[in-house]
């Protein structure tokens, strides 16, 4: 695919979106477009809204109690919100890393097998191929390809996520959400995660909430700041950090609050 | 303030009542030992010699048990009580684990606390209770059933087993869903990300990363079942026949308690030699399934 | 790779779950069966047994002249045999979960203990019942009473208040210990006045629940401290306590099974329900304090 081309496409549209936990306005009139094939960095102070806008987006949302949604988000132009949206296709097509690594507690293989066999693959061959690929996929394929019968507890920390993001990618999505995906590791495997995201935009749209700026600014395309609730700014990742264009951006980047 | 060494006499005395409080609680620590060594040596005591009479063989797979006629064989009442005992576990532990979910993750908070605690009522209410209502409720059902088929009614293997089933599901309804409600939430919302239906997260994800507080639940209730005396009694007819879901059946625990008042001689011993041999049944179940579901559940 | 897993279809493309359905009505529906049979057996109970309660039934002994049916001599076999298995088991459950908290060295002796105590409450009460019988009934001279009873539930209980106990005790952070003991404490000195007190709810929890047992027992008891519950206490506490006498679960089975009489037995029931229920409720209520303070 030529660089100008997927550079462009706009992969998903959010238009008016608004959300409430009860009576708290958590979002408030989010307007955003995710570029396709970019590494979109959503940054601010805890208590934003970037988590809550992230899981907008696979409909993670809809198992809390009391959460109403209003405006639109639109995946390759079906509105996820819209009627007779089947949750399970729309999370298969955009796969989530969240903040703590949480692999299932069985084996590294079925791990990553789990989401393929809840979509129906069921041959053998196929889930092997889906194992080697995503494992490669999530650089740690060398570390566990001689222990995938071991249980996927006893990997450390750093491997335990990035087996996460390996299971994420086993489903095969667009789309892979990370949630504060570093904030529990060690700088090393942190390091680690960061090259992998690099690489993994080849081929994956990824939105990713830091609360790290060296960090969205060392990995991001695009970078879009929240604050209580409200989209600030949203701009290329160097010109949000060398010249924003809103104050509080500047206060928050500079480290004034935060 | 008076110059102390570190061995004056105050601190002296001091060390003296700390080794006896010392003394004093290992006394205590290792009563439980001893009670469980004096047991197993008394079991095995006044057991043990009406099994030599008898013969251990005779004993264990005779299948008359008639006393005044010196017929001792247990092997109807062993056979009864491992059907009854597998029967109720078959049924209770997926209908348990299948109401602990509709529990902890189904139903409001509000409605499945009450529940919750109408259920753990149930779990404590003394056995003999459950008796008297399997003897009200149930048995009269299962005599319709017989007359329907042509049997004679009576107490029977069935009303045994669905009383049994009845006993240990609160424990097992309570024991699972307090596993499942410990499960971390991430498991469940891992699931649901990667695009499975809540249903399948709950099946899939949550209750395998229950299983050992499950399988507690399952010892409890196997001992509690295979253990069980009265409620038994109550409604299971009672005679030391081979089993048979509709006909009257004797388990285990059941003969010292009907027996032990106009029992003497050797059949008093025979009823000894029961103890031993449910009390080996105990130890063995207990000790296995520790080991062997400890092990899976790692 | 598995067109499965293909990605050209649109998220508005519902999947067809038979399954999933049928197995969500199967859930509600077995579900709804279970519980509606447990607030059934708790509803029968109350209300068959309810109008037996009277103030006669529950403060006199039976009288076969009058032909009228008392259960108050049970009702103070059970009390009898609450406190004074209490009283036994109390010292010696706790003793034991400080001295396997706090003072044991030896992992040996510690994983016998523990494997000693999981054993006892796994065996059956009817096995407690032979046990208690050759022992205190036979070998100690008690003969079939309450005293034989009582060293018997005492055993039986012992698991519960150890496992109890030892939970409190582990609760009370390690802080406070290191706190008295640096101050130049003793061990004993700690134990009496910070873990004792810090784990007192735990204790508490630990009786209601052995209280809990007791009144359950009908086995065990049946078997040691036997019989009739015919006439009302009289004589010294020795004479009534090495007498024998049924308590209430025992009385019930003898109502129900040896004679039949099922009125008399729900009455019993129902008496024995609403401890259990106010048993309940006090667990709550230590639960509830531990969670304010």
Same mark, same amino acid.
């Given at each position: 695919m030529n660089e100008v081309e997927t550079q462009n496409k706009v992969k998903i549209h959010t238009k008016n979106l608004d959300l409430f936990y009860g009576d708290v306005h958590a979002l408030k009139d989010v307007n955003l477009d995710i570029q396709s094939h970019n590494v979109t960095a959503l940054i601010g102070p805890s208590g934003c809204g970037k988590s809550t806008y992230l899981k907008t987006l696979n409909r993670m949302n809809d198992t809390i109690d009391g959460v109403k949604i209003t405006g639109d988000v639109f995946l390759d132009n079906e509105n996820v919100y819209g009627k007779g949206v089947d949750v399970t296709i729309l999370r298969k097509k955009v796969g989530m890393v969240f903040q703590s690594p949480n692999p299932f507690p069985m084996s590294i293989y079925d791990n990553i097998t789990y989401g393929p066999r809840m979509h129906g693959v069921k041959k053998r061959i196929e889930l092997d191929e889906i194992v080697e690929k995503s494992l490669k996929g999530a650089a740690i394929w060398d570390e566990v390809k001689d222990r995938m019968k071991k249980s996927a507890l006893s990997l450390s920390g750093g491997q335990q996520q990035r087996l996460c993001i390996a299971r994420a990618l086993a489903t095969q999505p667009d789309v892979l959400l990370m949630d504060e995906p570093t904030s529990a590791l060690d700088p090393i495997s942190t390091t680690k995660i960061e090259e992998l995201i690099a690489e993994l935009k080849k081929n994956y749209s990824i939105v990713i909430v830091t609360h790290n700026m060296q960090q969205a600014a060392r990995i991001s395309d695009d970078t879009a700041f929240f604050l209580l609730g409200e989209l600030i700014e949203n701009h290329k990742t160097e010109t949000i950090f060398s010249s924003p264009q809103d104050k509080r951006t500047e206060d928050y980047i500079t480290g004034r609050f935060g | 303030m008076e110059q102390m060494g570190l061995t004056t006499g105050r601190n002296k005395s001091k060390s003296t009542v700390e080794r006896i409080m010392n003394i004093i609680f290992l006394i205590c620590g290792l009563a439980a030992v001893i009670c469980v060594i004096c047991m197993t040596v008394y079991m095995i005591i006044s057991g043990w010699p009406a099994i030599q009479k008898i013969g251990v063989f005779e004993f264990l797979f005779g299948q008359v048990w008639d006393p005044e006629n010196s017929e001792f064989g247990i092997a109807p009442m062993i056979l009864s009580s491992i059907i009854a005992t597998f029967s109720a576990i078959l049924v209770a532990l997926p209908l348990g684990i299948l109401v602990a979910v509709f529990l902890s993750k189904l139903i409001p908070g509000r409605l499945s606390s009450i529940l919750r605690t109408l259920i753990d009522l149930l779990a404590g209410i003394p056995s003999v209770v459950y008796g008297l209502l399997g003897a009200i409720l149930i048995v009269p059902l299962i005599f319709e059933l017989q007359t329907s088929l042509g049997l004679p009614t009576s107490g029977c293997l069935l009303s045994a087993i669905i009383i049994l089933i009845i006993m240990i599901l609160p424990t097992i309804i309570s024991v699972s869903e307090t596993a499942i409600r410990a499960v971390p939430q991430q498991y469940e919302d891992a699931s649901l990300a990667l695009g499975s239906t809540k249903l399948q997260s709950i099946f899939r994800a949550t209750v395998p990363a229950a299983k050992s507080g499950i399988v507690a639940g399952m010892v409890l209730g196997v001992g509690r079942a295979i253990g069980e005396a009265m409620a038994v009694i109550m409604v299971a007819g009672n005679a030391a026949i081979m089993p048979e879901f509709l006909k009257p059946a004797r388990l285990l625990t059941a003969s010292i308690p009907i027996e032990w008042a106009y029992s003497s001689g050797l059949h008093r011993e025979a009823l000894y030699g029961i103890g031993l041999v449910l009390f080996i049944f105990i130890m063995v179940i207990n000790i296995v399934l520790n080991m062997v579901l400890k092990k899976a559940v790692n | 790779?598995?067109?499965?897993?293909?990605?050209?279809?649109?998220?508005?493309?519902?999947?067809?779950?038979?399954?999933?359905?049928?197995?969500?009505?199967?859930?509600? =529906?077995?579900?709804?069966?279970?519980?509606?049979?447990?607030?059934?057996?708790?509803?029968?109970?109350?209300?068959?047994?309810?109008?037996?309660?009277?103030?006669?039934? =529950?403060?006199?002994?039976? +009288?076969?002249?009058?032909?009228?049916?008392?259960?108050?001599?049970?009702?103070?076999?059970?009390?009898?045999?609450?406190?004074?298995?209490?009283? %036994? %088991?109390?010292?010696?459950?706790?003793?034991?979960?400080?001295?396997? +908290?706090?003072?044991?060295?030896?992992?040996?002796?510690?994983?016998?203990?523990?494997?000693? @105590?999981?054993?006892?409450?796994?065996?059956?009460?009817?096995?407690?019942?032979?046990?208690?019988?050759?022992?205190? %009934?036979?070998?100690?001279?008690? !003969?079939?009473?309450?005293?034989?009873?009582?060293?018997?539930?005492?055993?039986?209980?012992?698991?519960?208040?150890?496992?109890?106990?030892?939970?409190?005790? !582990?609760?009370?952070?390690?802080?406070?210990?290191?706190?008295?003991?640096?101050?130049?404490? @003793?061990?004993?000195?700690?134990?009496?006045?910070?873990?004792?007190?810090?784990?007192?709810?735990?204790?508490?929890?630990?009786?209601?629940?052995?209280?809990?047992?007791?009144?359950?027992?009908?086995?065990?008891?049946?078997?040691?401290?036997?019989?009739?519950?015919?006439?009302?206490?009289?004589?010294? =506490?020795?004479?009534?306590?090495?007498?024998?006498?049924?308590? =209430?679960?025992?009385?019930?089975?003898?109502?129900?099974?040896?004679?039949?009489?099922?009125?008399?037995?729900?009455?019993?029931?129902?008496?024995?329900?609403l401890i259990v229920i106010l048993l309940n409720l006090l667990t709550r209520f230590i639960a509830g304090r531990l969670n304010t303070q």
């Open positions: - | - | 790779m598995s067109d499965k897993l293909s990605n050209d279809v649109a998220i508005t493309d519902r999947k067809k779950r038979p399954f999933e359905k049928l197995f969500y009505s199967v859930i509600y =529906l077995l579900s709804g069966c279970v519980l509606a049979l447990v607030i059934y057996f708790i509803a029968i109970i109350l209300i068959r047994g309810l109008p037996a309660l009277s103030l006669s039934f =529950l403060t006199s002994a039976p +009288n076969p002249i009058q032909q009228t049916i008392g259960i108050f001599p049970s009702i103070v076999n059970t009390l009898y045999i609450i406190f004074f298995t209490l009283l %036994c %088991c109390i010292p010696i459950g706790v003793g034991g979960a400080i001295y396997l +908290n706090e003072y044991a060295k030896n992992k040996r002796l510690v994983s016998a203990i523990e494997f000693a @105590t999981e054993t006892l409450s796994g065996v059956p009460s009817i096995l407690y019942g032979v046990f208690g019988y050759v022992v205190f %009934c036979l070998l100690f001279g008690f !003969k079939v009473s309450l005293i034989a009873g009582i060293l018997t539930l005492t055993i039986m209980v012992l698991p519960i208040m150890i496992r109890t106990t030892q939970e409190a005790l !582990k609760s009370v952070p390690v802080s406070y210990r290191e706190g008295a003991l640096g101050m130049g404490a @003793t061990k004993w000195y700690m134990v009496r006045t910070i873990l004792l007190p810090s784990s007192l709810k735990g204790i508490l929890t630990g009786i209601i629940l052995s209280i809990g047992r007791m009144v359950s027992e009908s086995a065990a008891l049946l078997l040691t401290a036997g019989g009739s519950a015919m006439y009302m206490p009289k004589g010294s =506490l020795w004479d009534q306590l090495s007498s024998s006498g049924s308590t =209430l679960s025992v009385e019930l089975y003898r109502y129900a099974y040896s004679r039949g009489d099922n009125e008399t037995a729900f009455g019993i029931a129902a008496v024995l329900i």
